[in-house]
């Protein structure tokens, strides 16, 4: 017999039957046999599930809560020794606000060594993301839009060049950053020059800013985007 104050509610297994019990014991309830063990769960309510195993009766409350997603771990890229190549993306984005996740999205699960974007359309204060340093970046003063940002992998090594007394809005937007590696370093130049920008005006600062960058060491190599 159960013991008084215990009701049991729901279906339940019988010795391979379902017996459906009610609130008191009626003339054609089945009772449980009294060799077996019976372990009570504590509020046990109609959300109660009953398991049979080697004679031992349980019940255990079941839950009800989703199980938060676990956040995908993001697989940056190798540190750069021996003969790992040094990544590098460019893209013209045309307003990175509100594309971030976007952008990252197309290199998941290993990202880039090197971001470069031209017309970011932002402000220094916006220019921020995980996983990379904003390594350099220009921003327009004096027209909208435009701009343009290089963003380095967090454990990368590099000095930010400061060429912004060279730009100019529309005609000449630029920004560089050089790393260093175990046998040379790399220069990283992101430019950009709008449609209506004044293009002798864009070559003449070219050419000054390439021989900024080809200072020594003359191991030096480039990539401008």
């Known amino acids: ?40 769960a504590n509020d046990c ?22 199980p938060p997603k676990s956040k995908p771990k993001t697989k940056l890229p190798p540190q750069l020794k021996g003969s790992v190549p040094l990544t590098v993306y460019h893209q013209n984005i045309r307003g990175l606000r509100g594309k971030v996740n976007e952008l990252l999205s ?21 220019l921020t993301t995980e996983n990379y340093k904003l390594g350099g970046s220009y921003c327009r003063t004096m027209y909208e839009m435009g ?32 790393i260093h590696l175990d046998t040379k370093s790399v220069c990283i130049i992101a430019i950009y020059r709008a449609p209506s920008g004044n293009f002798d005006l864009f070559l003449s600062k070219l050419d000054v800013v390439l021989g900024i960058c080809i200072l020594p060491p003359s191991n030096t190599s480039f990539v401008v985007t």
């Open 1 to 40: 017999m159960l013991e008084e104050g215990y009701k049991l509610k729901g279906n339940y297994v019988l010795n391979n039957k379902y017996e459906k019990s009610v609130n008191g014991a009626s003339d054609n309830t089945e009772y449980l046999d009294k060799t077996h063990s019976i372990t009570y």
């Open 45 to 66: 309510s109609e959300n109660t599930l009953l398991s049979d195993s080697s004679n031992i009766l349980t019940y255990q409350k079941l839950s009800t809560e989703v």
């Open 106 to 126: 197309q290199f998941y699960p290993t990202f880039q060594h090197i971001l470069c974007l031209s017309e970011h359309h932002m402000k220094h204060l916006e």
């Open 147 to 178: 701009g343009v940002c290089i963003y380095v992998q967090e454990s990368l090594n590099y000095v930010r060049l400061d060429l912004e007394k060279y730009c100019q809005d529309k005609n000449f937007e630029v920004c560089a950053i050089k």
